[in-house]
């Protein structure tokens, strides 16, 4: 096949394909923008007859979206925060420091993967139970401070640094605190952007945690505040799809400006690790 042929066939597929996966999107945010009712229509219309921000006006002004919208936020920054401090000492220390059972630690904690999150719900409200954290953001915030996948993607990324440089470093008299925060953490900046765009997209999303740990409405995330809002909206599309978009648009957002480096940290850490 004429090689300029075969590019225009990939290039044509890769468009086909890239409409398919944005079409559902575009119908979405096309819709938050009719009128109420409107697409309820039969053949449903594309585009709004007559664009209104109405249903956006309701979702800020009746449901407070604002509310569960700042909610989403505090719980997936702070989630974020805390797993890209806890997460990168833990990899660092299996990486690069020496303590006794260090491999037999590591290979339990890989094990660990193979149970699934929902096996370990229970368990894990039971325990925030006992503390009094359950129907709190701390509640919220728990489980995604630390993951084993957190842990082994730095792990592998951190051994990638050389020792020749550590040792060096501590032969200046540099203790181990100035060694991991002037030396280590720089090296790290891909995969720790990486790392926090997965923390923070899966404390966003997160539907089955905070509906079970969070019972008071004013502590409800967009994914929980969208489904209540959806029982008691069940017809109106309009305000479901303008809900939906105020949800998926600030981790669209997100990832479309960091892509460039969470690219490269999956590409660097699979070529290093």
Do not use: C
Not at 60 to 85: D, E, K, Q, V
Not at 129 to 145: C, D, E, H, I, T
Not at 232 to 247: I, K, P, W, Y
Request: hydrophobic share 55%; proline share 6%.
């Amino acid at each position: 096949m004429n090689p300029r042929l075969a590019r225009a066939v990939v290039n044509g597929l890769l468009i086909a394909l890239a409409a398919l996966s944005l079409a559902p999107l575009l119908w979405m945010l096309s819709v938050s923008f009719m009128q109420p009712g409107e697409a309820s229509h039969f053949p449903p219309p594309l585009l709004p007859s007559d664009p209104t921000v109405h249903n956006y006006r309701e979702l800020f002004a009746r449901a407070g979206m604002g509310r569960y919208l700042l909610n989403s936020f505090a719980i997936a920054s702070t989630a974020t925060l805390i797993a890209l401090l806890l997460n990168t000492l833990a990899g660092y220390a299996f990486a690069k420091l020496r303590f006794a059972g260090r491999e037999r630690v590591f290979r339990t904690l890989l094990a660990a993967l193979v149970i699934p999150a929902q096996v370990t719900m229970m368990p894990l409200f039971l325990m925030l139970k006992q503390f009094g954290l359950v129907n709190s953001y701390a509640g919220a915030v728990v489980p995604l401070m630390a993951s084993v996948f957190g842990v082994f993607l730095v792990r592998q990324y951190a051994r990638s640094i050389p020792d020749e440089l550590l040792e060096a470093a501590r032969i200046d008299g540099a203790g181990e605190a100035r060694i991991f925060f002037q030396i280590v953490l720089p090296v790290l900046k891909p995969i720790l952007v990486t790392l926090a765009i997965f923390v923070f997209l899966g404390s966003w999303n997160d539907f089955m945690w905070p509906l079970i740990v969070l019972s008071d409405k004013d502590l409800y995330t967009l994914p929980v505040a969208l489904a209540t809002l959806s029982r008691e909206h069940v017809q109106d599309n309009e305000l479901m799809m303008a809900g939906s978009v105020v949800t998926v648009l600030p981790v669209l957002l997100l990832f479309l400006s960091l892509q460039r480096y969470y690219l490269q940290g999956l590409l660097v850490g699979s070529v290093k690790g």
